[in-house]
């Protein structure tokens, strides 16, 4: 698993589409959220 660079308090899609983010911060915002989502689901089916 890769570790994610730092991203800023960017972490609800509220805050994604409501932040002044630029648009390659905004595109590892929506990478990190998906990939927290992501991993969470699977967990969940794990368990």
């Given at each position: 698993m890769q570790s994610a660079a730092?991203?800023?308090e960017a972490w609800t899609v509220d805050?994604?589409?409501t932040e002044d983010?630029?648009?390659a911060q905004r595109e590892d915002a929506v990478?990190?959220?998906a990939t927290l989502i992501n991993t969470w689901n699977e967990l969940q089916?794990?368990?």
């Amino acid at each position: 698993m890769q570790s994610a660079a730092r991203q800023p308090e960017a972490w609800t899609v509220d805050h994604i589409e409501t932040e002044d983010l630029s648009a390659a911060q905004r595109e590892d915002a929506v990478s990190a959220l998906a990939t927290l989502i992501n991993t969470w689901n699977e967990l969940q089916h794990a368990a």
